[in-house]
Protein backbone atom coordinates (compact mmCIF):
# COMPACT_ATOMS: atom_id res chain seq x y z
CA UNK A 1 0.00 0.00 0.00
CA UNK A 2 1.61 3.33 -1.05
CA UNK A 3 1.36 6.20 1.48
CA UNK A 4 -0.54 9.14 1.74
CA UNK A 5 1.25 12.20 0.69
CA UNK A 6 0.29 14.33 3.63
CA UNK A 7 2.29 17.88 1.74
CA UNK A 8 1.10 20.02 -0.44
CA UNK A 9 3.93 22.11 -2.92
CA UNK A 10 3.64 23.33 -5.81
CA UNK A 11 5.57 21.81 -9.03
CA UNK A 12 6.40 23.30 -12.43
CA UNK A 13 4.86 21.74 -15.34
CA UNK A 14 8.95 20.39 -16.29
CA UNK A 15 8.69 18.03 -13.43
CA UNK A 16 5.21 16.70 -13.54
CA UNK A 17 3.50 16.39 -16.93
CA UNK A 18 7.16 15.44 -18.75
CA UNK A 19 7.91 16.05 -22.26
CA UNK A 20 4.85 15.15 -24.44
CA UNK A 21 3.06 17.83 -22.17
CA UNK A 22 5.79 20.57 -22.94
CA UNK A 23 6.18 19.85 -26.78
CA UNK A 24 2.30 20.14 -26.72
CA UNK A 25 2.52 23.34 -25.30
CA UNK A 26 5.29 24.60 -27.29
CA UNK A 27 3.29 24.27 -30.54
CA UNK A 28 -0.11 25.30 -29.14
CA UNK A 29 1.49 28.72 -28.24
CA UNK A 30 2.21 29.58 -32.22
CA UNK A 31 -1.30 29.73 -32.09
CA UNK A 32 -1.75 32.14 -29.70
CA UNK A 33 1.04 34.57 -30.79
CA UNK A 34 -0.47 34.62 -33.99
CA UNK A 35 -4.17 35.08 -32.03
CA UNK A 36 -2.23 37.82 -29.91
CA UNK A 37 -1.08 39.96 -32.44
CA UNK A 38 -4.42 39.83 -34.18
CA UNK A 39 -6.08 40.81 -31.25
CA UNK A 40 -4.72 44.51 -29.93
CA UNK A 41 -7.91 45.72 -29.06
CA UNK A 42 -11.61 44.01 -27.72
CA UNK A 43 -12.84 44.39 -31.51
CA UNK A 44 -10.20 42.62 -33.09
CA UNK A 45 -10.57 40.02 -30.62
CA UNK A 46 -13.95 39.71 -31.67
CA UNK A 47 -13.56 39.69 -35.15
CA UNK A 48 -10.75 36.80 -34.65
CA UNK A 49 -13.15 34.49 -32.18
CA UNK A 50 -15.87 35.22 -35.00
CA UNK A 51 -13.37 33.66 -37.70
CA UNK A 52 -12.66 30.47 -35.35
CA UNK A 53 -15.82 29.71 -33.98
CA UNK A 54 -17.46 29.77 -37.64
CA UNK A 55 -14.12 27.51 -38.64
CA UNK A 56 -15.77 25.13 -36.33
CA UNK A 57 -19.15 25.09 -37.14
CA UNK A 58 -20.57 27.86 -34.71
CA UNK A 59 -23.61 29.83 -36.48
CA UNK A 60 -24.64 33.22 -35.23
CA UNK A 61 -27.42 33.52 -32.68
CA UNK A 62 -31.01 35.38 -32.62
CA UNK A 63 -33.13 35.90 -30.09
CA UNK A 64 -36.40 33.25 -30.35
CA UNK A 65 -34.37 30.76 -32.81
CA UNK A 66 -35.35 27.21 -31.38
CA UNK A 67 -32.71 24.87 -29.82
CA UNK A 68 -32.06 21.70 -30.14
CA UNK A 69 -28.94 19.38 -28.65
CA UNK A 70 -25.81 19.73 -30.51
CA UNK A 71 -26.69 23.36 -31.87
CA UNK A 72 -23.35 25.43 -31.90
CA UNK A 73 -23.95 29.21 -31.67
CA UNK A 74 -22.22 32.47 -31.13
CA UNK A 75 -23.58 36.02 -30.16
CA UNK A 76 -22.00 38.64 -31.31
CA UNK A 77 -22.67 42.06 -29.10
CA UNK A 78 -21.90 45.12 -30.90
CA UNK A 79 -18.67 43.91 -31.92
CA UNK A 80 -16.90 44.15 -28.84
CA UNK A 81 -18.22 41.17 -26.91
CA UNK A 82 -19.30 37.26 -28.02
CA UNK A 83 -20.61 34.72 -26.01
CA UNK A 84 -20.09 31.13 -27.81
CA UNK A 85 -22.40 28.29 -26.51
CA UNK A 86 -23.29 24.73 -27.55
CA UNK A 87 -26.54 22.78 -26.62
CA UNK A 88 -25.16 19.69 -24.30
CA UNK A 89 -27.49 16.11 -24.54
CA UNK A 90 -28.15 16.75 -21.04
CA UNK A 91 -31.28 18.35 -19.79
CA UNK A 92 -30.75 22.39 -19.45
CA UNK A 93 -31.79 22.20 -15.74
CA UNK A 94 -28.51 20.62 -14.53
CA UNK A 95 -26.50 24.23 -15.57
CA UNK A 96 -24.38 25.43 -17.81
CA UNK A 97 -20.26 25.69 -17.96
CA UNK A 98 -18.92 29.13 -18.45
CA UNK A 99 -15.98 30.34 -18.94
CA UNK A 100 -15.50 33.69 -19.15
CA UNK A 101 -12.89 36.09 -19.69
CA UNK A 102 -12.35 39.55 -20.53
CA UNK A 103 -10.31 40.96 -24.44
CA UNK A 104 -9.85 44.84 -23.58
CA UNK A 105 -6.37 45.65 -22.33
CA UNK A 106 -4.89 48.66 -21.27
CA UNK A 107 -4.13 51.19 -23.49
CA UNK A 108 -4.39 54.85 -24.65
CA UNK A 109 -8.04 55.98 -26.40
CA UNK A 110 -7.57 59.45 -28.44
CA UNK A 111 -9.33 62.11 -26.91
CA UNK A 112 -12.71 63.11 -29.37
CA UNK A 113 -11.23 66.36 -30.17
CA UNK A 114 -7.33 65.11 -30.29
CA UNK A 115 -5.77 67.26 -33.11
CA UNK A 116 -3.56 69.90 -32.29
CA UNK A 117 -0.07 72.02 -33.18
CA UNK A 118 2.64 73.04 -30.67
CA UNK A 119 6.05 74.14 -31.82
CA UNK A 120 5.92 72.91 -35.45
CA UNK A 121 4.89 69.50 -34.33
CA UNK A 122 1.69 67.79 -34.80
CA UNK A 123 -0.03 65.94 -31.53
CA UNK A 124 -3.28 63.98 -30.84
CA UNK A 125 -4.70 63.84 -27.40
CA UNK A 126 -5.05 60.70 -25.28
CA UNK A 127 -7.04 59.17 -22.41
CA UNK A 128 -5.56 56.77 -20.72
CA UNK A 129 -8.12 53.74 -20.30
CA UNK A 130 -7.29 50.88 -17.39
CA UNK A 131 -4.52 50.94 -14.65
CA UNK A 132 -1.16 52.13 -16.78
CA UNK A 133 2.20 52.86 -15.32
CA UNK A 134 2.33 56.26 -17.47
CA UNK A 135 6.21 56.11 -17.58
CA UNK A 136 5.79 52.85 -19.17
CA UNK A 137 4.66 54.17 -22.38
CA UNK A 138 7.09 56.71 -23.19
CA UNK A 139 9.67 56.78 -26.05
CA UNK A 140 8.50 53.71 -27.36
CA UNK A 141 7.23 52.86 -30.91
CA UNK A 142 3.24 52.96 -30.91
CA UNK A 143 0.39 52.00 -33.28
CA UNK A 144 -3.01 53.45 -33.71
CA UNK A 145 -5.99 50.71 -34.15
CA UNK A 146 -9.61 51.16 -34.47
CA UNK A 147 -12.67 52.73 -35.81
CA UNK A 148 -14.50 55.95 -37.24
CA UNK A 149 -17.95 56.00 -37.57
CA UNK A 150 -18.89 58.47 -40.07
CA UNK A 151 -21.82 60.48 -40.13
CA UNK A 152 -23.61 58.42 -42.88
CA UNK A 153 -22.97 55.46 -41.29
CA UNK A 154 -19.83 53.78 -42.92
CA UNK A 155 -17.39 52.14 -40.88
CA UNK A 156 -13.70 53.29 -41.42
CA UNK A 157 -11.07 50.75 -39.44
CA UNK A 158 -8.01 52.08 -39.27
CA UNK A 159 -4.56 50.42 -38.13
CA UNK A 160 -1.13 52.25 -38.52
CA UNK A 161 2.06 50.71 -37.24
CA UNK A 162 2.32 47.24 -37.43
CA UNK A 163 3.38 46.54 -41.07
CA UNK A 164 7.23 47.21 -41.77
CA UNK A 165 6.55 50.02 -43.65
CA UNK A 166 4.02 51.69 -41.67
CA UNK A 167 4.79 54.65 -39.60
CA UNK A 168 4.58 54.75 -35.69
CA UNK A 169 3.17 56.72 -32.98
CA UNK A 170 5.65 58.13 -30.78
CA UNK A 171 5.50 59.99 -26.97
CA UNK A 172 8.29 61.89 -26.37
CA UNK A 173 10.23 62.03 -23.16
CA UNK A 174 12.69 64.06 -20.88
CA UNK A 175 16.36 63.75 -21.69
CA UNK A 176 18.48 63.15 -18.52
CA UNK A 177 20.24 66.17 -18.79
CA UNK A 178 17.26 68.74 -17.87
CA UNK A 179 15.21 65.87 -15.69
CA UNK A 180 17.47 66.86 -12.39
CA UNK A 181 14.04 68.63 -11.06
CA UNK A 182 11.80 65.68 -12.54
CA UNK A 183 14.38 62.89 -10.77
CA UNK A 184 12.91 64.57 -7.21
CA UNK A 185 9.07 63.80 -7.96
CA UNK A 186 7.35 60.80 -7.39
CA UNK A 187 6.38 58.44 -10.28
CA UNK A 188 2.77 58.91 -10.02
CA UNK A 189 3.29 63.24 -10.08
CA UNK A 190 6.46 63.07 -12.47
CA UNK A 191 4.42 61.81 -15.16
CA UNK A 192 1.13 63.44 -16.01
CA UNK A 193 -1.90 61.95 -17.97
CA UNK A 194 -2.45 64.70 -20.27
CA UNK A 195 1.42 64.87 -21.24
CA UNK A 196 0.32 61.25 -22.92
CA UNK A 197 0.36 63.37 -26.11
CA UNK A 198 1.31 61.45 -29.25
CA UNK A 199 3.15 62.39 -31.90
CA UNK A 200 2.13 62.19 -35.19
CA UNK A 201 4.19 64.54 -38.25
CA UNK A 202 6.03 67.78 -38.46
CA UNK A 203 6.03 68.28 -41.86
CA UNK A 204 4.01 71.78 -42.92
CA UNK A 205 2.20 71.83 -46.57
CA UNK A 206 3.06 74.74 -48.59
CA UNK A 207 1.61 78.26 -48.57
CA UNK A 208 1.03 80.15 -45.56
CA UNK A 209 -0.97 78.37 -44.31
CA UNK A 210 -2.28 78.59 -40.13
CA UNK A 211 -1.27 75.28 -37.83
CA UNK A 212 0.04 74.46 -41.52
CA UNK A 213 1.25 71.06 -39.59
CA UNK A 214 -2.44 69.62 -38.56
CA UNK A 215 -3.18 70.51 -41.86
CA UNK A 216 -1.03 68.51 -43.79
CA UNK A 217 -1.72 65.23 -41.21
CA UNK A 218 -5.50 66.36 -40.84
CA UNK A 219 -5.04 66.11 -45.40
CA UNK A 220 -3.53 62.81 -45.29
CA UNK A 221 -5.93 61.32 -43.04
CA UNK A 222 -8.80 62.76 -45.43
CA UNK A 223 -7.10 61.53 -48.63
CA UNK A 224 -6.14 58.27 -47.00
CA UNK A 225 -9.49 57.36 -45.11
CA UNK A 226 -11.93 59.51 -46.21
CA UNK A 227 -12.40 61.06 -42.92
CA UNK A 228 -12.07 65.02 -41.75
CA UNK A 229 -11.45 66.47 -38.06
CA UNK A 230 -15.39 66.30 -37.17
CA UNK A 231 -14.95 62.02 -37.37
CA UNK A 232 -13.28 61.95 -34.70
CA UNK A 233 -15.81 62.98 -32.76
CA UNK A 234 -17.60 59.47 -33.09
CA UNK A 235 -14.66 57.71 -33.21
CA UNK A 236 -12.94 54.71 -31.29
CA UNK A 237 -9.05 54.77 -31.89
CA UNK A 238 -6.53 53.27 -29.33
CA UNK A 239 -3.05 53.56 -28.84
CA UNK A 240 -0.77 50.72 -28.22
CA UNK A 241 2.32 49.01 -28.55
CA UNK A 242 3.34 48.30 -32.21
CA UNK A 243 4.87 45.08 -33.14
CA UNK A 244 4.59 41.51 -32.81
CA UNK A 245 4.63 38.72 -29.58
CA UNK A 246 8.17 37.27 -29.53
CA UNK A 247 9.99 34.07 -27.26
CA UNK A 248 11.64 35.46 -24.37
CA UNK A 249 14.60 33.25 -23.20
CA UNK A 250 17.30 30.85 -24.83
CA UNK A 251 15.23 28.75 -23.93
CA UNK A 252 12.00 30.37 -25.76
CA UNK A 253 9.91 28.98 -22.78
CA UNK A 254 8.27 32.29 -22.47
CA UNK A 255 6.12 35.08 -24.84
CA UNK A 256 6.72 38.84 -24.32
CA UNK A 257 3.65 40.84 -26.12
CA UNK A 258 1.06 43.26 -25.44
CA UNK A 259 -2.49 41.79 -24.17
CA UNK A 260 -1.54 39.12 -22.42
CA UNK A 261 -4.35 40.37 -19.56
CA UNK A 262 -6.44 38.97 -20.32
CA UNK A 263 -6.20 37.18 -24.34
CA UNK A 264 -3.82 34.79 -22.27
CA UNK A 265 -7.09 33.67 -20.94
CA UNK A 266 -9.48 34.36 -23.49
CA UNK A 267 -7.71 31.90 -26.35
CA UNK A 268 -7.21 28.90 -24.16
CA UNK A 269 -10.85 29.33 -23.44
CA UNK A 270 -12.21 30.12 -26.86
CA UNK A 271 -10.24 26.99 -28.66
CA UNK A 272 -10.60 24.43 -25.48
CA UNK A 273 -14.69 25.30 -26.09
CA UNK A 274 -14.33 24.44 -29.48
CA UNK A 275 -12.23 21.03 -28.98
CA UNK A 276 -14.92 20.04 -25.89
CA UNK A 277 -16.67 19.05 -28.58
CA UNK A 278 -17.49 15.58 -26.76
CA UNK A 279 -19.22 17.78 -23.57
CA UNK A 280 -22.54 16.51 -22.35
CA UNK A 281 -23.64 19.57 -20.78
CA UNK A 282 -24.39 22.81 -22.34
CA UNK A 283 -21.38 25.05 -22.46
CA UNK A 284 -20.73 28.51 -23.06
CA UNK A 285 -17.58 31.16 -23.38
CA UNK A 286 -17.93 34.42 -22.93
CA UNK A 287 -15.51 36.84 -24.18
CA UNK A 288 -16.48 40.45 -22.48
CA UNK A 289 -15.23 44.18 -22.92
CA UNK A 290 -14.82 46.79 -20.49
CA UNK A 291 -13.19 44.96 -17.57
CA UNK A 292 -10.17 46.91 -16.96
CA UNK A 293 -12.71 49.89 -16.22
CA UNK A 294 -15.73 48.13 -14.05
CA UNK A 295 -16.96 46.00 -16.82
CA UNK A 296 -19.95 49.05 -17.05
CA UNK A 297 -21.72 49.28 -20.36
CA UNK A 298 -23.32 47.02 -22.81
CA UNK A 299 -20.28 45.31 -23.85
CA UNK A 300 -19.42 44.73 -19.88
CA UNK A 301 -19.80 41.95 -17.86
CA UNK A 302 -22.24 43.82 -15.67
CA UNK A 303 -24.52 44.42 -19.03
CA UNK A 304 -27.72 42.40 -18.08
CA UNK A 305 -27.07 40.72 -21.60
CA UNK A 306 -25.85 37.29 -19.80
CA UNK A 307 -29.08 36.81 -18.13
CA UNK A 308 -30.98 37.54 -21.42
CA UNK A 309 -29.16 34.70 -23.03
CA UNK A 310 -29.53 32.19 -19.78
CA UNK A 311 -33.34 33.04 -20.17
CA UNK A 312 -33.58 32.49 -23.78
CA UNK A 313 -31.39 29.36 -23.58
CA UNK A 314 -33.73 27.87 -20.71
CA UNK A 315 -37.01 28.60 -22.27
CA UNK A 316 -36.26 27.01 -25.42
CA UNK A 317 -34.90 23.44 -24.05
CA UNK A 318 -37.84 23.61 -21.62
CA UNK A 319 -35.74 24.51 -18.20
CA UNK A 320 -36.42 26.73 -15.33
CA UNK A 321 -33.71 30.15 -15.51
CA UNK A 322 -33.19 30.03 -11.99
CA UNK A 323 -32.73 26.26 -11.61
CA UNK A 324 -30.39 26.41 -14.58
CA UNK A 325 -28.55 29.49 -12.93
CA UNK A 326 -27.90 27.71 -9.46
CA UNK A 327 -26.59 24.50 -11.10
CA UNK A 328 -24.23 26.45 -13.35
CA UNK A 329 -20.34 26.96 -12.69
CA UNK A 330 -18.57 29.36 -14.15
CA UNK A 331 -14.61 29.89 -14.55
CA UNK A 332 -14.01 33.78 -14.18
CA UNK A 333 -10.67 33.43 -16.62
CA UNK A 334 -8.49 35.73 -15.75
CA UNK A 335 -4.52 36.21 -14.99
CA UNK A 336 -2.73 36.19 -12.23
CA UNK A 337 0.34 37.90 -10.64
CA UNK A 338 3.12 35.62 -11.28
CA UNK A 339 5.79 36.38 -8.29
CA UNK A 340 8.72 38.26 -9.30
CA UNK A 341 12.21 38.06 -7.23
CA UNK A 342 13.26 41.79 -8.62
CA UNK A 343 10.28 42.99 -6.32
CA UNK A 344 9.66 40.36 -4.04
CA UNK A 345 8.56 42.38 -1.06
CA UNK A 346 4.78 42.73 -2.46
CA UNK A 347 4.36 39.21 -2.62
CA UNK A 348 3.35 36.36 0.05
CA UNK A 349 5.64 34.05 -2.00
CA UNK A 350 3.63 30.79 -0.46
CA UNK A 351 0.32 31.91 -1.91
CA UNK A 352 1.51 33.64 -5.09
CA UNK A 353 1.48 32.42 -8.54
CA UNK A 354 4.91 30.83 -9.43
CA UNK A 355 5.82 30.64 -13.07
CA UNK A 356 5.92 27.13 -15.06
CA UNK A 357 3.71 25.96 -12.10
CA UNK A 358 0.57 25.72 -14.03
CA UNK A 359 -2.19 27.10 -14.09
CA UNK A 360 -3.96 29.45 -11.14
CA UNK A 361 -6.62 29.22 -8.94
CA UNK A 362 -7.88 32.52 -7.21
CA UNK A 363 -9.99 31.85 -4.29
CA UNK A 364 -11.14 35.35 -3.63
CA UNK A 365 -9.69 38.71 -5.86
CA UNK A 366 -10.93 42.33 -4.17
CA UNK A 367 -8.38 44.31 -1.65
CA UNK A 368 -7.75 45.18 2.08
CA UNK A 369 -10.32 42.53 3.66
CA UNK A 370 -10.99 40.69 0.51
CA UNK A 371 -13.24 43.89 -0.42
CA UNK A 372 -15.24 43.90 -3.90
CA UNK A 373 -14.56 39.97 -4.46
CA UNK A 374 -17.46 37.29 -4.62
CA UNK A 375 -14.79 34.43 -2.33
CA UNK A 376 -15.42 31.12 -3.99
CA UNK A 377 -16.92 28.56 -1.69
CA UNK A 378 -14.82 25.91 -0.51
CA UNK A 379 -17.46 23.53 -1.78
CA UNK A 380 -17.05 24.64 -5.21
CA UNK A 381 -13.37 24.95 -4.97
CA UNK A 382 -12.70 20.91 -3.88
CA UNK A 383 -15.08 20.55 -6.87
CA UNK A 384 -12.65 22.03 -9.01
CA UNK A 385 -9.92 20.60 -7.51
CA UNK A 386 -11.07 17.29 -8.71
CA UNK A 387 -11.61 18.25 -12.47
CA UNK A 388 -8.29 19.33 -12.62
CA UNK A 389 -6.65 16.19 -10.61
CA UNK A 390 -8.65 13.60 -12.53
CA UNK A 391 -7.40 15.31 -15.65
CA UNK A 392 -4.17 15.73 -14.87
CA UNK A 393 -3.50 19.30 -15.16
CA UNK A 394 -1.18 21.27 -13.54
CA UNK A 395 -2.49 23.67 -11.34
CA UNK A 396 -1.79 26.15 -8.10
CA UNK A 397 -3.38 28.90 -6.17
CA UNK A 398 -2.51 32.36 -6.07
CA UNK A 399 -3.85 35.66 -4.38
CA UNK A 400 -2.89 38.76 -5.68
CA UNK A 401 0.07 40.23 -3.75
CA UNK A 402 0.19 40.73 0.22
CA UNK A 403 -2.72 42.00 2.46
CA UNK A 404 -2.75 45.50 2.26
CA UNK A 405 -0.24 46.18 -0.43
CA UNK A 406 -2.98 46.52 -3.40
CA UNK A 407 -5.31 44.42 -4.77
CA UNK A 408 -7.88 43.87 -7.90
CA UNK A 409 -10.90 42.48 -9.57
CA UNK A 410 -12.14 40.35 -12.14
CA UNK A 411 -15.46 39.42 -13.64
CA UNK A 412 -16.31 36.69 -10.94
CA UNK A 413 -18.20 38.33 -8.41
CA UNK A 414 -20.33 39.92 -11.59
CA UNK A 415 -21.10 36.31 -12.37
CA UNK A 416 -21.59 35.03 -8.69
CA UNK A 417 -24.10 37.60 -8.15
CA UNK A 418 -26.79 35.94 -10.54
CA UNK A 419 -26.30 32.86 -8.18
CA UNK A 420 -23.55 31.59 -10.91
CA UNK A 421 -20.84 29.06 -8.42
CA UNK A 422 -18.24 31.32 -10.14
CA UNK A 423 -13.77 30.78 -9.08
CA UNK A 424 -10.92 32.79 -10.77
CA UNK A 425 -8.70 30.23 -12.89
CA UNK A 426 -5.85 31.71 -15.36
CA UNK A 427 -2.41 32.15 -16.20
CA UNK A 428 0.33 33.87 -13.99
CA UNK A 429 1.89 37.07 -16.01
CA UNK A 430 5.31 38.92 -15.33
CA UNK A 431 4.86 42.92 -15.85
CA UNK A 432 1.02 42.97 -15.48
CA UNK A 433 -0.07 45.85 -17.36
CA UNK A 434 2.89 46.78 -19.07
CA UNK A 435 3.02 47.75 -22.62
CA UNK A 436 4.64 44.21 -22.97
CA UNK A 437 4.12 41.68 -20.17
CA UNK A 438 5.41 38.39 -20.02
CA UNK A 439 3.74 34.29 -20.09
CA UNK A 440 5.12 30.98 -19.81
CA UNK A 441 3.94 28.71 -22.51
CA UNK A 442 3.62 25.89 -20.43
CA UNK A 443 1.10 27.43 -17.68
CA UNK A 444 -0.71 28.75 -20.89
CA UNK A 445 -1.17 25.22 -22.33
CA UNK A 446 -2.08 23.94 -18.87
CA UNK A 447 -4.94 26.58 -19.00
CA UNK A 448 -6.21 24.94 -22.10
CA UNK A 449 -6.00 21.85 -20.44
CA UNK A 450 -8.24 23.10 -17.25
CA UNK A 451 -10.95 24.87 -19.14
CA UNK A 452 -11.45 21.92 -21.91
CA UNK A 453 -11.48 19.41 -18.40
CA UNK A 454 -13.61 21.71 -16.94
CA UNK A 455 -16.06 21.56 -20.32
CA UNK A 456 -15.94 17.70 -20.22
CA UNK A 457 -16.36 16.65 -16.82
Request: proline residues 3%; negative net charge; glycine residues 8%.
Amino acid sequence: MSETNVRYEKKTVYAKAGKEIVDAAYEYAKGYVRYLDASKTEREATDEAVKMAEAAGYRPYEFGMPLQAGDKLYYNNRGKNIYLFKIGTEHINNGIRITGAHIDSPRLDLKQVPVYEEADMCYLKTHYYGGIRKYQWLAMPLALHGVVAKQNGEIVKITVGENENDPVMYITDLLPHLAANENTKTVATAFQGEKLNILVGSRPVEGDEKEAVKLGVLRYLNETYGITEEDFLSAELSIVPAGRARDVGFDRSMICGYGHDDRVCAYPSITAMIDADESVHTTMCILVDKEETGSDGVTGMQCNLIMDLISEISKALGGNEATVRYNSKCLSSDVAATFDPAFADVYEKRNAALINCGVAMCKFTGSRGKGGTSDASAELVAWVRRVLNEAGVVWQTCELGKIDVGGGGTIAKYMANHNIDTIDLGVGVLSMHAPYEVISKVDLYEAYRAFRAFYNF
